[in-house]
């Protein structure tokens, strides 16, 4: 009897181990890092409240609610930065591809802001002030 018991106990601990590791293994894969040449190109920003209509946040066109933004193919970013660096209270240097989204460095390298993909070419990040910052594909790298 204490034989099946050590038997059943043992089975049970493996069959945990054997979720756990194939649940890692599913998790990993439906994440995919894309090529950061995937994100390199023209983005517009947009800073907005959790209540604004980014269309007519769009169509305000203040310099203070929308900025053009360039992310260079080799991880950099271009014209835009400085805009973009006023709502984020830090330089903002560079760039790099999560899995589930995009990440911008500032001056050491390290990670400054995440934005969280909404889908394809829809990013997004809320401020620590609450404010919300939008990174959306512009319509002629489409």
Do not use: H
């Amino acid at each position: 009897m204490s034989n099946r018991a050590f038997t059943y106990t043992a089975m049970a601990w493996l069959s945990a181990a054997l979720v756990t590791f194939s649940g890692e293994t599913i998790m990993a894969s439906s994440l995919r890092l894309e090529d950061p040449l995937v994100f390199a190109g023209q983005w517009q920003a947009t800073l907005s409240t959790t209540g604004d209509d980014l269309g007519a946040q769009k169509l305000q066109d203040k310099p203070s609610n929308t900025c053009d933004l360039e992310l260079l193919a080799n991880k950099t970013l271009g014209r835009g930065a400085d805009c973009l660096g006023a709502w984020l209270e830090q330089a903002p240097i560079g760039w790099f591809p999560d899995p589930d989204g995009l990440s911008i460095t500032g001056t050491e390298g390290s990670r400054i802001q995440f934005f969280s993909r909404q889908r394809d070419g829809l990013y997004l990040a809320t401020l620590m002030s609450g404010l919300i910052v939008t990174l959306e594909r512009a319509e002629s790298d489409n």
